[in-house]
């Protein structure tokens, strides 16, 4: 089984002034740790950027913050709307690469990554939210969105692919 891990959202623009009452660098760690194992295992690693506010001034504010580390071979989409899916080519990307599994971290939780979640299920994507690599503005929106949602922790991921991969 192929798994994708969408990393939401992870921008100058929504999180450089904020770092450190979201807990940021403790995501960006999870994220990081993720992308790097799937990446080693030939799993996608695909980073989603909200473009609604971009203009030819500001290309810095929308770029990835610094915290993530971003491989040439990750798989980039620019999205305008809530849901990833909505009006982009990721549906194609991951049924052409066969996905079976789609981990879904970044920010916010109760919003991009909550709407990219359950688009990714609407469309019969199984999904989960990547435990401690999800951030939010709201005191919150975390904890709902693991009570709510399936989770996966980094060494679940870590048994998946290493298994799958003998």
């Known amino acids: 089984m192929k798994v994708?891990?969408?990393?939401?959202?992870?921008?100058?623009?929504?999180?450089?002034?904020r770092t450190?009452?979201?807990?940021?660098?403790?995501?960006?760690?999870?994220?990081?740790?993720?992308?790097?194992?799937?990446?080693?295992?030939h799993h996608l690693v695909i980073h989603i950027q909200d473009m609604e506010e971009a203009t030819e001034t500001n290309t810095e504010l929308m770029a990835i913050i610094p915290e993530i580390n971003v491989d040439p071979k990750d798989i980039?989409?620019?999205?305008?709307?809530?849901?990833?899916?909505?009006?982009?080519?990721?549906?194609?990307?991951?049924?052409?690469n066969e996905i079976g599994l789609v981990i879904v971290a970044g920010f916010a939780a109760e919003h991009c990554v909550l709407f990219t979640y359950n688009g990714a299920i609407e469309r019969g994507f199984p999904s989960?939210?990547?435990?401690?690599?999800?951030?939010s503005t709201k005191p919150n929106a975390v904890s709902d969105a693991y009570r709510d949602r399936n989770l996966i922790s980094h060494p679940v991921i870590q048994y998946m692919v290493e298994a799958s991969a003998r």
């Not at 994708?4 to 002034?17: C, H, P």
């Not at 980039?76 to 009006?87: D, E, G, I």
């Not at 989960?128 to 951030?135: A, F, K, Y």
């Open 128 to 135: 989960v939210l990547l435990q401690n690599g999800i951030v």
């Open 4 to 17: 994708a891990l969408l990393v939401v959202d992870m921008q100058n623009i929504f999180l450089q002034s």
């Open 20 to 41: 450190e009452e979201m807990k940021v660098e403790v995501a960006c760690e999870y994220i990081n740790y993720v992308a790097d194992l799937l990446r080693k295992h």
């Open 76 to 96: 980039m989409v620019s999205k305008v709307f809530s849901n990833a899916f909505w009006q982009t080519d990721l549906e194609q990307i991951l049924r052409r």
